[in-house]
């Protein structure tokens, strides 16, 4: 499982800094990569899946076994 965040508002929380809006996803979810833009166009889209799609080829066992990566998981019900 891989997360890719997509738009300035999921990446960053963009300008809705408030205690209603979480600045950035990163912050409840593991996120690999970031696809800036609003709306992110085409290509940047393209290029985020590139980047996760490198990652997916050169993951270590070690970053999805770590207890951390585990508890997450755990916590969103996923096995």
Known sequence: ?????????CSS???FDSYAVVQGIDQII??????????????AVLDGFIKV??????????????????ELMNSYGIQ
């Open 1 to 9: 499982r891989w997360g890719l965040a997509m738009g300035a508002c």
């Open 13 to 15: 929380g963009c300008i």
């Open 30 to 43: 593991l996120v690999d990569g970031y696809v800036p833009g609003c709306p992110p166009r085409p290509e």
């Open 53 to 70: 799609q490198d990652l997916v080829g050169k993951e270590s066992l070690r970053r999805r076994n770590s207890d951390r990566y585990k």
